[in-house]
């Protein structure tokens, strides 16, 4: 498997200006995780907008609506580490591409067992949208990375701290380092990832 960079939006109601941020770091990034407290009609309607504004589809993954995934025929999902309906999901869809975000080696296995994608995990350094939690410890990290599913590192990744990731990983996800309309910082962060691999 390829490594990924992997975008994630921000939780918030998206509007037009993301679209146009997403659209010129298209071809930066392999996968854009949709993730919103938008309704689903509203979400259907930017998802719409997006794919029409020339990002592909084959990038999206919605973050567990599986009504937005059949509406917007997208081809890949992506649940929270405790959501019930993963196993039977996948089952049931053999065809669609299953993730999940995972924070401890209990769920890392279990993504593994089920065969998924890959798993997200983190979050490995300090960031601000978890300022009170603590980064993952080096043991926990190297834990992690001795499973055979695609581990991806999310959490406070910049070309800096990019430095001082454990070898390992599949790719990175992120959102504010995606979100920025810094095109320069982007660039820097695919051109360190080149030295980590």
Known sequence: MKTLFIAITQYKYLNPAEIKQYINIEHFI????IRTPMETAELISWINLLSQSGFPTSKIIIHDNITVLTRCNLCAIHFKEKDERIAQFKYNHPDIQVSMSTHDTKHIAQAEALQL????YGHIFKTNSKPSQHPRTENEINKALKFNIPVIALGGINPQTLKNLPKGFKGIAGISIFAQQNMNEIKQLKEAWKTYV
């Open 30 to 33: 392999d996968y854009l995780i």
């Open 117 to 120: 994608s890959f798993v997200l």
